[in-house]
């Protein structure tokens, strides 16, 4: 059942198609395995100069493992990735000079202030003296936080937070930013105030961005995506473009006995009609005209019924056969704790 839309009220857009950039990464037949597990399982892509990429996918996906070889903190089994012309296995070093990495954990010392994290952050990197305090400066300005630049991290809000992680990703002037599950951790407010400061990044800076995330609303504020699934890439392209290749709607039909509904809808009406859980699920043109019809061939079977039309969890289950989210996956924005899968 396609999921409940978000406070988060972020509605897609359909973007004009313009030339595709050069490509800032390649990503070839990468293969991970943990022991017997295949983490990754032959995922290919390109991300384009001044992208907003986003990786989508449920726990145990993939998602991460990817992003830990972009980020050179993992080799992979098998494959390459190169980034900004550099090969992120056999040049490393070559390739951090080249990125900026926002991690889902915390990487601020909250009790330095946020100039001092990021004059520490620096250092890394050369940049000392004059030309690190004049970047400082212009980076503070830019994430919005020059007037709390003497102020302890810890008296920051949680959003304030991220903006000084964003600010350490990108003192050294990074052509890629790397963000894992970004918004984890923040408010509705904070999400938006996020989402907008990235693709002013992408706009004015034509900084390459790749975002990790299981959220479709923010999903479809991305240029591109990659889905993925068990280690799979089980769809690539525009949000717009992946939902339109379902076209029509999609109906739910909850009935008491699912499988047997499905059968005699596919006998009658000649659709292919899935089973999830409780639902019969139906994807079809003209929905509106095909619901009287099926409630009419059916009476007092079926229990409910809605019709919607298609969204990224849709793709997501025309390309896999199954939901999104199952019984080992709980939706975090129902405010549940999220269930990992063993790896």
């Known amino acids: ?54 990786l989508l996918g449920p726990n145990g996906s993939g998602k991460t493992t990817l992003f830990r070889i972009l980020s050179t903190l993992m ?25 900026g990495v926002v991690f889902q954990a915390q990487s601020v010392d909250p009790k330095l202030t ?46 304030m937070q991220r903006r000084i992680e964003l600010a350490k990703g990108l003192l050294h002037h990074p052509e890629v930013l790397l963000l894992d599950e970004p918004t984890t951790g923040l408010d509705p407010g904070a999400r938006r105030d996020l989402w907008q400061y990235l693709s002013i990044l992408r706009d004015q800076e034509r900084v390459s961005i790749i975002v990790t ?45 699912p499988q047997a509904l499905s059968a005699q809808i596919r006998e009658r009406f000649h659709v292919d009609a899935s089973v999830m859980e409780k639902y019969v699920r139906i994807e ?23 019709m919607s039309k298609p969204t990224l969890e849709d793709v997501f289950i025309h390309r896999t056969g199954h939901r999104f989210w199952n019984e080992e996956t709980e939706v975090p924005e129902k405010g549940k704790k999220e269930k990992k899968k063993k790896h």
């Open 1 to 54: 059942m396609a999921p409940n839309s978000s406070a988060l009220d972020l509605a897609p857009t359909d973007k004009i198609a313009l030339p595709l950039a050069p490509a800032i990464i390649q990503v070839r037949d990468l293969i991970h395995r943990y022991g017997n597990r295949t983490a990754l399982n032959g995922v290919s892509f390109d991300v384009h100069s001044a992208e907003l990429f986003g």
């Open 75 to 99: 080799v992979p089994s098998s494959g390459t990735a190169i980034v900004a012309g550099l090969d992120a296995v056999r040049e490393p070093g070559a390739v951090r000079r080249h990125i």
């Open 114 to 159: 946020a100039r001092e994290n990021l004059w520490h952050q620096g250092h890394l990197y050369g940049l000392h003296g004059s030309e690190l305090k004049s970047r400082i400066d212009e980076i503070l300005t830019r994430v919005g936080l020059l007037d709390r630049a003497n102020e302890r991290v810890e008296t920051f809000s949680g959003g």
């Open 213 to 257: 995330t299981h959220l479709m609303e923010e999903a479809e504020r991305c240029d591109r995506l990659a889905i993925l699934n068990e280690g799979n890439l089980v769809a690539l392209g525009t949000p717009a473009s992946l939902t339109r290749e379902i076209g029509g709607d999609v109906i739910l039909l909850e009935a008491r006995d």
């Open 284 to 306: 079809i043109e003209n929905g509106h005209r095909f619901i009287p019809d099926v409630v009419e061939a059916f009476p007092g079977e079926i229990q409910s019924l809605s």
